[in-house]
């Protein structure tokens, strides 16, 4: 059986459109017009820069449409934030 390969995901609901992921790609691969972001998938070598440059966790890489890659610590879950400044 053929190993299903990683597809570049992206959550567009969490992109807050600051263009770093694009200021990152070495092949040019992402296109952000004003609220608008796509992945030109021939372009993507799966290289993941753009996913740790992301502040927000909007790149996923999925395999059999689960995100194979961990939350990073920095980004911030907004539920546990609002809970915090209530404390
Ligand atoms: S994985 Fe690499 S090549 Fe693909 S979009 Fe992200 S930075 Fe660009
Ligand atoms: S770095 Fe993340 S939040 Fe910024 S434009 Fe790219 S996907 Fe959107």
């Given at each position: 059986?053929?190993?299903?390969?990683?597809?570049?995901?992206?959550?567009?609901?969490?992109?807050?459109?600051?263009?770093?992921?694009?200021?990152?790609?070495?092949?040019?691969?992402?296109?952000?017009?004003?609220?608008?972001?796509?992945?030109?998938e021939?372009?993507?070598?799966?290289?993941?820069?753009?996913?740790?440059?992301?502040?927000?966790?909007?790149?996923?890489?999925?395999?059999?449409?689960?995100?194979?890659?961990?939350?990073k610590l920095?980004?911030?879950?907004?539920?546990?934030?609002?809970k915090s400044?209530?404390?």
């Amino acid at each position: 059986m053929a190993t299903p390969h990683l597809m570049i995901h992206i959550v567009p609901d969490k992109c807050d459109f600051c263009g770093c992921c694009v200021g990152v790609c070495p092949e040019d691969a992402i296109e952000l017009k004003e609220s608008e972001i796509a992945i030109i998938e021939e372009r993507c070598t799966n290289c993941k820069k753009c996913v740790w440059a992301c502040p927000w966790d909007v790149i996923e890489f999925h395999r059999d449409g689960i995100n194979t890659l961990p939350k990073k610590l920095f980004a911030i879950d907004e539920n546990q934030f609002s809970k915090s400044l209530s404390k």
